[in-house]
């Protein structure tokens, strides 16, 4: 007889558990509360956002370049068009990974309705038409996902504000952007929206990307006032207001008025309605669901990953999580190991990074050693006529073992994954030293940097080993 797993959500993580799972021998049934299925990834996240930053980093592009008898000219923007052609992919990813699954997997059944908790094995669904269906399972997997939280501002509640889900499909272009939120979709987006013309404003509490390598932030600050973009740092937000037409937002550093609000300042789990008690789930003070390294939650036989539980928030964690829950359901042993974990924010440049920071190794008790290479040295960087930016390497002093990596470069995204798996694989200053990087490449600029550790890199040929 087949083992039953009760999956909550559809998103990332629920299929790569539910794929799994059938390949192990289960029988799987899947529980959607909303309209669409696929998660926050394929219809609000990670496809459209990327698609709306390239388009209007594009735009950016044609008006901002060094490049000689190439006349930079301003492009005229059609948003509503690009916001077709954005949906359009989103519609066609979420069938081609989603519901394509479902209509070719006889062993994956979806139940439509609002889940929550009888008691650890039986769930009850609150179903559009009112009825009520009860599912018992062997297993229960959860992974519901988050949603952006509302910070508490005297005001806000009762304005037309928007979260990145409104923001990504707005047709119009607004005058003026304020971004309230200082980490990864508040400056993705905030910048998006001032490469396709707009007057933006950030407003953050502390830094920008506080929880990094200052020098990231610094950089990052910088690069975004070259671009005309205002930038409040340390700055906090009193009282919002709208008067039908345009928001204004108090400070401690002074009032700003604009036509739209961009809130994003975090995400929390959506967990309130799945009576998580009633089975004796444990969750943080976030009620994020509390989980192990095998994705197990406080009660045996129910597991929980992806953005609802308290793993790091990315969708490759996700869908990795899911799988391994998967395996462990059906009476694996499998793990998932978070310590080198690689991090890409889609600015321009872009903000990449896996391991410890240089402050973080040694708030850690580790000896190290770094070296921060700026990006005037590295030849792909000057072809490209784009020398924002630098790549930085942490290592132990006594062995040389590459403990974390930071970069701010154009194409960061694409450099991360050598650093990534030359911490995998345990490799040394020297030995990153010493591979052979093709050239012209930005990923050339980890060579480089690992040299500085010990010669002056100015004063080698253009691809001297």
């Not at 990153?432 to 050339?444: R, S």
Request: proline fraction near 3%; include cysteine.
């Amino acid at each position: 007889m087949k083992m039953l797993i009760a999956i909550i959500g559809s998103g990332s993580s629920a299929f790569a558990a539910a794929i799994k799972a059938v390949e192990e021998g289960a029988q799987v049934t899947m529980i959607e509360g909303g309209n669409v299925i696929g998660g926050t990834c394929v219809n609000t996240g990670c496809v459209p956002s990327k698609i709306f930053i390239r388009g209007a980093y594009i735009a950016h592009l044609q008006g901002h370049h060094d490049f000689r008898g190439l006349p930079p000219n301003t492009p005229n923007i059609d948003r509503k068009a690009m916001v077709t052609q954005q949906q359009e992919w989103v519609d066609n990813l979420r069938h081609a990974k989603y519901e394509s699954i479902l209509e070719s997997n006889p062993d994956i059944q979806m139940v439509r309705g609002i889940a929550s908790f009888k008691n650890a094995n039986t769930l009850r669904i609150c179903k559009a038409d009112a009825t009520e269906q009860e599912i018992q399972a062997d297993r229960i997997f959860i992974a519901v996902g988050a949603n952006a939280t509302r910070p508490v501002i005297p005001g806000l509640a009762d304005t037309p504000y928007w979260t990145s889900t409104e923001a990504l499909i707005a047709e119009e272009i607004p005058r003026h952007v304020i971004v309230l939120g200082g980490s990864v979709v508040a400056l993705e987006l905030a910048q998006a929206f001032r490469h396709l013309g707009a007057k933006v404003t950030i407003i953050a509490r502390s830094t920008l990307l506080s929880k990094k390598d200052p020098e990231i932030g610094t950089g990052l600050k910088a690069a975004f006032e070259c671009e005309g973009i205002v930038v409040m740092t340390h700055t906090s937000t009193d009282a919002i207001s709208h008067d039908g037409k345009l928001f204004s937002v108090s400070t401690n550093n002074g009032e700003i008025r604009g036509d739209k609000v961009l809130v994003a300042t975090g995400r929390q789990a959506n967990t309130a309605a799945l009576d998580l008690d009633k089975a004796g789930i444990k969750t943080d003070k976030r009620g994020a669901i509390i989980v192990d390294d095998h994705m197990r939650t406080s009660v045996e036989n129910i597991y929980a990953a992806g953005d609802c539980s308290n793993q790091p928030q990315f969708v490759y964690v996700a869908a990795a999580a899911g799988t391994r829950a998967a395996r462990n359901m059906m009476g694996d042993d499998a793990t998932i190991d978070l310590s080198i974990m690689p991090e890409v924010v889609f600015t321009s440049p872009q903000v990449a990074t896996v391991g410890v920071s240089e402050q973080q190794a040694k708030a850690q008790g580790l000896n190290v050693d770094s070296r921060t290479l700026e990006l005037e040295n590295v030849p792909r960087a000057l072809a490209n006529f784009d020398t924002r930016g630098f790549v930085k390497l942490v290592a132990e002093k006594d062995t040389g073992r590459i403990v974390g990596c930071q970069v701010f470069a154009a194409e960061g995204g694409e450099i991360i994954q050598t650093a990534v798996l030359a911490m995998s694989n345990r490799m040394t200053i020297q030995d990153l030293a010493d591979q052979l990087f093709p050239y012209l490449t930005m990923v050339e600029s980890l060579k480089l940097c690992a040299q500085t550790f010990y010669k002056d890199v100015t004063q080698l040929s253009c691809c001297a080993g």
